[in-house]
């Protein structure tokens, strides 16, 4: 979760993914790509999924 995705023929990086946690008192835990962590009824787990690399130089 620390490389972006390349581009192909000059085409930008993606963005990487992301893993989020949401507890019970509102907060929004950030965590990395290989973690361990315990979730309570109720809280939700979010992956954001990397996006692909762009593909040939912006005109």
């Avoid at 019970?24 to 835990?29: A, K, Q």
Wanted: glycine share 22%; aromatic share 6%.
């Amino acid at each position: 979760r620390r490389v972006r995705p390349f581009g192909l023929k000059g085409g930008g990086p993606g963005e990487p993914g992301r893993n989020f946690v949401r507890r019970h008192d509102g907060r929004i835990e950030e965590l990395p790509g290989s973690a361990h962590t315990v979730l309570e009824a109720g809280e939700a787990f979010t992956v954001v999924t990397p996006t692909g690399g762009g593909y040939g130089k912006a005109s």
